[in-house]
């Protein structure tokens, strides 16, 4: 998907409302980054966390510095993304996302090719891999496989582990009033392909993550 | 504007320009490139004691409806860090949606309207009952009276003391018309000071420990310091309020007791909740709870003692 230039007048609209959203999520959450495993720099990063919200990738992207907000772009589901005039606002303009088509009319590959000529874009990536919100009591879903396809296409991609903390309490699924409490951004020591088989590297990772979730419980 | 603020808020500020003084001198000369972690955490409190001084002077400036809205908010922040850690569930999401935003609303507008007939029982009466039927409603019934209990708790600590402290500004005492800011700054001085002259003493003196499971910090030579001193600086405050110096020194002396024991009893919420601070919002002093479980303590029965002596 190629995003057009957008006119001047979307770019301050864009602008209005990405201070807007960053506001309202810091007043309800309060949200703080805890970068224990890797430094806040830039660098060709796919940060790839669980998945319970909504809000997700909000948070992750208004914890992120200035200058590497500016580069990341959530994955996120087209159907979803581009449903009303305002989502595809928000998705396209707001935060650029890669809008990855779910429904499984394309070639199987595309995912993975527009996320790595993202990659190629000098972008990062924020990276839901357990492919949909997950709903249930687990803690974390088991992975897709797009992680490790995404690995194998870029091995010299730093895969970094994020870990969201109370989100889902703040909304709930079926909730459409949020309830202020505190959250937490963690992100943890980045991952590599490094020669593993995909069972090997989806363990690998979703282990790393279900650590930090550990150290924020 | 009230020429006795001005000469307050002076005085503030030279304190403030002190402070920060003291705090430089030592980092030159103890910690010039952050390696002393009690000298940076000094220094840190000291700015962000400039933000909440600035924060607080504005809203003296703008007068009642200022400081109602700068409790309020403090309110909301408290109240989100306290529900943060309690074990409130899927079921009370609207209890807990109606606490946060209509509750907190209702509750200042009260107190900016005078209403004290509603607002002294809205959340101790009303809410008290209410609540639990919303959450009842939902059906859930595990933990039920702990999530309830829990709920009641934090409204009356982060909403309805803390809103105390604008109420002061409502009561009509004799000869002292138009001068209600002055009362919340006595208190607010008296506490916070209290609150740093126990740190000081106790760092300077501290040996035998109060209660080592609750707050290692608090030492008895920093409790009977920083409180002996908090009476002095309240005597000596009597001037921006209606008291005599002997009844201001008494009602510093209530003020730093309660600040005390709020601060010990908020401590043993944190410890039974594994946590060393109550958030992170303010840099150097942890969370809203940190800085204001002292004040939130100290208010509601700063505010009675007054209204029933002095109205």
Redesign the interface.
């Known amino acids: 998907m190629t995003t057009d230039d957008p006119s001047p007048a979307t770019r301050v609209a864009a602008r209005l409302m990405a201070s807007a959203i960053e506001l309202f999520a810091r007043f309800i959450t309060?949200v703080?980054a805890d970068w224990q495993g890797v430094d806040p720099v830039p660098g060709r990063r796919v940060y790839y966390a669980n998945h319970a919200s909504n809000g997700d990738f909000v948070l992750i992207w208004a914890v992120l510095p200035r200058r590497l907000r500016d580069r990341v772009r959530p994955v996120a589901g087209a159907d979803y993304w581009l449903a009303t005039k305002l989502k595809s606002f928000i998705g396209r303009h707001v935060f650029n996302a890669v809008l990855i088509d779910r429904t499984g009319g394309g070639p199987k590959e595309a995912p993975v090719e527009q996320m790595a000529a993202a990659l190629d874009d000098g972008s990062s990536l924020i990276l839901f891999p357990e492919g949909t919100r997950n709903l249930t009591d687990e803690r974390l879903l088991p992975f897709k496989t797009g992680l490790y396809h995404l690995a194998k296409a870029r091995p010299e991609t730093d895969f970094v582990p994020v870990w969201i903390d109370?989100l889902n309490?703040v909304m709930?699924k079926g909730?459409v009033?949020?309830?202020?409490?505190?959250c937490k951004v963690t992100f943890g020591a980045p991952q590599r392909l490094d020669g593993d088989d995909k069972d090997a590297f989806l363990a690998r990772t979703r282990d790393a993550l279900l650590a930090l979730a550990e150290d924020a419980a | 504007m009230i020429p006795d603020l001005v000469i307050l808020l002076s005085w503030i500020t030279g304190l403030l320009i002190l402070a920060s003084v003291v705090g430089a001198v030592l980092e030159k000369r103890y910690s010039p490139n952050g390696e002393s972690e009690a000298i940076e955490n000094l220094t840190a409190r000291i700015r962000a004691w400039w933000g909440m001084a600035i924060l607080i002077g504005l809203a003296f400036l703008a007068g009642r409806t200022g400081v109602v809205i700068l409790f309020a908010l403090c309110s909301?922040?408290a109240?989100?860090?306290f529900?943060?850690l309690t074990n409130?569930r899927?079921a009370d999401?609207?209890t807990?949606?109606i606490g946060?935003?209509v509750v907190i609303p209702f509750q200042y507008w009260l107190i900016w309207a005078g209403e004290y007939g509603i607002y002294s029982i809205y959340i101790p009466v009303y809410c008290f009952l209410l609540a639990p039927i919303i959450s009842a409603l939902r059906g859930e019934t595990e933990n039920f009276l702990v999530r309830v209990a829990e709920l009641q708790w934090a409204l009356m600590i982060c909403v309805f003391c803390a809103s105390h402290v604008p109420a002061l500004i409502t009561l009509e005492i004799e000869g002292y018309e138009g001068r209600g800011v002055l009362l919340i700054a006595f208190l607010i001085l008296v506490v916070q000071l209290s609150d740093v002259l126990q740190y000081v003493w106790g760092k300077l003196l501290g040996r035998h420990k109060i209660a080592p499971r609750l707050s290692p910090s608090k030492t008895w030579e920093g409790f009977v310091g920083g409180v002996a001193s908090a009476v002095a600086i309240g005597t000596m405050l009597y001037w921006i309020t209606p008291f005599t110096p002997l009844q201001a020194g008494v009602m510093a002396l209530v003020i730093a007791l309660m600040g005390f024991f709020g601060g010990l009893v908020m401590s043993a919420i944190k410890r039974d909740r594994g946590v060393k601070d109550w958030?992170?919002?303010i840099q150097g002093h942890g969370g809203f709870i940190d800085r204001l479980d002292s004040v939130v303590f100290s208010a509601p029965i700063f505010f009675h003692l007054t209204r029933y002596w002095w109205t």
């Open positions: 309060a703080r109370n309490r709930p909730e009033v949020p309830v202020p409490l505190l | 909301f922040a109240l989100r860090e529900v943060t409130a899927r999401h609207w807990l949606a946060f935003f958030g992170h919002t």
